[in-house]
């Protein structure tokens, strides 16, 4: 691709998480950046991901119930 600021499918995968987490420089910020305005089915995965990392953030705040506990006990032979 002659854009510079332009990447491919498979090296927009590679950068996700990072991308996710804010761990990329400014330069490949923007090149996912302008990959994603570009690729809708990298732009779904991209929206997919935040929305599981939103659900997994709230999930794992929350307490386990009694009898989730119980269950898991049982599970491991403390019971």
């Given at each position: 691709m002659s854009d510079d600021n332009t990447i491919n499918c498979e090296e927009a995968l590679k950068r996700l998480f990072r991308f996710l987490d804010h761990d990329l420089d400014r330069?490949?910020?923007a090149e996912m950046e302008t990959?994603?305005?570009r690729c809708k089915s990298c732009?779904?995965?991209?929206?997919?991901?935040?929305r599981l990392h939103g659900?997994?953030?709230e999930v794992g705040?929350?307490?386990?119930?009694?009898?989730?506990r119980q269950r898991i006990k049982k599970l491991i032979g403390e019971q």
């Open positions: 330069h490949r910020h990959h994603l305005a732009y779904s995965r991209v929206e997919f991901e935040k659900h997994l953030r705040q929350q307490l386990p119930s009694d009898a989730l």
